[in-house]
T-cell receptor, first 111, second 115 residues
């Protein structure tokens, strides 16, 4: 399967802990996106990379959030000092042209 | 304020009949629209898209119609099958296609197709 992969699929953490998620895009895709989805809502855009450059960040991405794509391939999303409000599904997508293809997501639960 | 609205949280149709899912948007700068299907515990799966220069795009059983003057688009599924049961999201983008990032999604419509 050469689709977008995300790791881990589920993460349970205690409030105040740091967590890091990984996304591996489709290999030839140069654009990579992070979204967050909460219950009853559609995905909400967080940030976007073209190759290794982070080109856009949403206001949703507070100072506790940081994303990297060091070699223009995989990406990591780190949340520091997690809060209960961070509990959500974190989705990664990649694209070469217009359509974005999503991974299965990482479900984060902050206790 | 939501820029992409899917006003029907759920829709139930009989197998073999037509399913029509609706989506309204408010931002006149949107020029590219996409539909995604999502099963529980999976990421959204791309279905079909349409550029603002077109008013219709068809792919097999799926057709998307765009009415720019009304800022309205719809997804038609004919014939509907039980495997189509999922949550359908409408998404929109301003700029060049969807590749500029920042897809704006609606809240989704849960489609149930009954045998």
């Amino acid at each position: 399967d050469t689709g977008v992969s995300q790791d881990p699929r589920h993460k349970i953490t205690k409030r105040g802990q740091n967590v890091t998620f990984r996304c591996d895009p489709i290999s030839e895709h140069n654009r990579l996106y992070w979204y967050r989805q909460t219950l009853g809502q559609g995905p909400e855009f967080l940030t976007y990379f073209q190759n290794e450059a982070q080109l856009e960040k949403s206001r949703l991405l507070s100072d506790r959030f940081s994303a990297e794509r060091p070699k223009g391939s995989f990406s990591t999303l780190e949340i520091q000092r997690t809060e209960q409000g961070d509990s959500a599904m974190y989705l990664c997508a990649s694209s070469l042209f217009d359509e974005q293809f999503f991974g299965p997501g990482t479900r984060l639960t902050v206790l | 304020d939501q820029q992409v609205k899917q006003n029907s949280p759920s829709l139930s149709v009989q197998e073999g009949r037509i399913s029509i899912l609706n989506c309204d948007y408010t931002n006149s700068m949107f020029d590219y629209f996409l539909w995604y299907k999502k099963y529980p515990a999976e990421g959204p799966t791309f279905l079909i898209s349409i550029s603002s220069i077109k008013d219709k795009n068809e792919d097999g059983r799926f057709t998307v119609f765009l009415n720019k003057s009304a800022k309205h688009l719809s997804l038609h599924i004919v014939p509907s099958q039980p495997g189509d049961s999922a949550v359908y999201f409408c998404a929109a983008s301003a700029g060049y296609g969807g590749s500029q990032g920042n897809l704006i999604f609606g809240k989704g419509t849960k489609l149930s197709v009954k045998p």
